[in-house]
Structure formats: structure tokens, C-alpha cells
């Protein structure tokens, strides 16, 4: 079992950084593929970028490849998401979400997931 919590959210002008973090319990989080979904209001929940348990394999979707980064430290069971160059389309609500799995393969379908965080709201402003 694993619980998952977000923070970092908030308002960020458009073109600026915001970090959001995801701090986990629970055992063997190590083990765990993380990653990062949103939802924007009228839209379904989106796959945004998703990391190994090992850190060794990454993947991004295309709207934020190149201004997103995600990282994990396992020592603090904590995923990172950090955010650069912020468009007013990256507004939505931020989830992180867990799976158990041993492989380089990062799913990028929310019912991949068994575990999801409350999320946090990210406001882009124009």
C-alpha cells in the first residue's frame, strides 16, 4: 500500500517554473513506477511524464517534452515534477500516481495505476 501526496502547486505566469512534489509512504517505494497525470477542466486525465523505478527510463508526453523534467529521490520517497516554460494550456489539476512494477516500461494509461495522490491545482496565467 502506498498513499501519495502532492504540494507544490499554485499560480505561475506563463513562460516561468513551478516544481510540484509527491511524497510517499508506505513500503517499498523504491520499487514503485511513478508518474504524473492532469486533468483541465472538461478534459480527461492526461498522462504527462512517468519515471522507472530505477530512474533509468523515462518517458514524456509531446506537449511537455523539453520543458518538463521529472526525478525521483528514493531515499525521501519523493517524485519530482519541475516545470519550465509554462503555457496557459498547462493548467489543470496535477496528479502523481503508483504502480508496482519491475520493468523499464512506463504505462501511459491512468488505469495502469493502482495508487493516486489528491493532486494539486497548477494555474497558468496569460
Known amino acids: 500500500q502506498v498513499q501519495l501526496v502532492e504540494s507544490g502547486g499554485g499560480l505561475v505566469q506563463a513562460g516561468g517554473s513551478l516544481r510540484v512534489s509527491c511524497a510517499a509512504s508506505?513500503?517499498?517505494?523504491?520499487?514503485?513506477?511513478m508518474a504524473w497525470f492532469r486533468q483541465a477542466p472538461g478534459k480527461e486525465r492526461e498522462f504527462v511524464v512517468g519515471i522507472t523505478w530505477s530512474a533509468g527510463n523515462t518517458y514524456y508526453a509531446e506537449s511537455v517534452k523539453g520543458r518538463f523534467t521529472i526525478s525521483r529521490d528514493n531515499a525521501k520517497n519523493t517524485v519530482y515534477l519541475q516545470m519550465n516554460s509554462v503555457k496557459p494550456e498547462d493548467t489543470a489539476v496535477y496528479y502523481c500516481?503508483?504502480?508496482?512494477?519491475?520493468?523499464?516500461?512506463?504505462?501511459?494509461?491512468?488505469?495502469?495505476?493502482?495508487?493516486w495522490g489528491q493532486g494539486t491545482q497548477v494555474t497558468v496565467s496569460s
Open positions: 508506505g513500503r517499498a517505494f523504491s520499487s514503485y513506477t
Open positions: 500516481a503508483a504502480v508496482s512494477l519491475n520493468s523499464d516500461y512506463v504505462p501511459q494509461l491512468y488505469y495502469n495505476y493502482d495508487y
